[in-house]
């Protein structure tokens, strides 16, 4: 049973270039949630996503990003117009999403690294 | 509202040593609580989890006891080793939040030979 995985690993952009980050949860998880690392920080939560729906948005920007989790195909974290602030690792975590019970826990990708230049 | 706060790090330990990581956390009703470790260049792990007052969770030698009477969840490990240097990070997930973590800041260990 393969983990989340996310991909790229690594991505640079330059500033103003639209950045693109894709997580695939674990078989039979349907809830994804984005965070961001930044650098001598902890996480923080961005969004929270089962399929074709965003359930918590509260975390991220109110401009340039944007996510999704169609009904086929991976998660997308989409930034806009990247600024040099945006640079950071971005993880993805899936879930169960059986809330309420003890096996509701959230499995981390290994995260894309970005850079902006 | 519901947050968790960390000792802040970094935090250099001899081989052998005993570790403690402070763990605190403000909830409504009965969260669950985490701990994660993650290595250099890799995503988050699981280390271990407690889902009621009082339970103790253990893995790979780590120990957290959830006290619900001084809110705690502090990590303890009674001999670290090299290949324990990583960053906790402490989480809960509200009782009444569904699926949604809360993550402290991570505190940073290294481990000298």
């Known amino acids: 049973n393969a983990g989340v995985m996310q991909n790229p690993r690594h991505l640079v952009r330059r500033r103003g270039q639209e950045a693109r980050l894709r997580c695939s949860p674990m078989?039979?998880?349907?809830?994804v949630y984005w965070y961001r690392q930044l650098p001598e920080e902890g996480l923080k939560f961005m969004v929270y996503?089962?399929?074709?729906?965003?359930?918590?948005e509260s975390g991220m920007p109110k401009e340039r990003f944007s996510a999704e989790f169609p009904k086929e195909g991976p998660s997308i974290l989409r930034i806009q117009q990247v600024v040099r602030g945006d640079s950071a690792a971005y993880f993805c975590?899936?879930?169960?999403?059986?809330?309420?019970?003890?096996?509701?826990?959230?499995?981390f990708g290994a995260g894309t690294r970005l850079s902006v230049l | 509202g519901n947050s968790v706060t960390q000792m802040e790090g970094p935090v250099t330990l001899s081989e052998e040593a005993f570790l403690t990581i402070n763990c605190t956390y403000t909830?409504?009703?009965?969260?669950?609580l985490f701990w994660y470790v993650q290595y250099p260049g890799e995503g988050l792990q699981l280390l271990l989890k407690?889902?009621?007052?009082?339970d103790k969770g253990s893995n790979k030698g780590f120990e957290a006891t959830y006290r619900k009477e001084t809110t705690s969840f502090h990590l303890e490990k009674g001999s670290v080793q090299v290949s324990d240097s990583a960053v906790y990070f402490c989480?809960?997930?509200?009782?009444?939040?569904?699926?949604?973590?809360?993550f402290g800041t991570g505190t940073s260990l290294t481990v000298i030979p």
């Open positions: 909830a409504t009703g009965y969260p669950s």
């Open positions: 407690a889902t009621k007052a009082d």
């Open positions: 989480a809960l997930r509200g009782s009444n939040t569904g699926n949604q973590f809360y």
């Open positions: 996503l089962q399929k074709e729906n965003i359930i918590d």
């Open positions: 078989k039979g998880h349907s809830h």
């Open positions: 975590a899936s879930s169960p999403g059986l809330a309420g019970t003890t096996k509701n826990i959230q499995y």
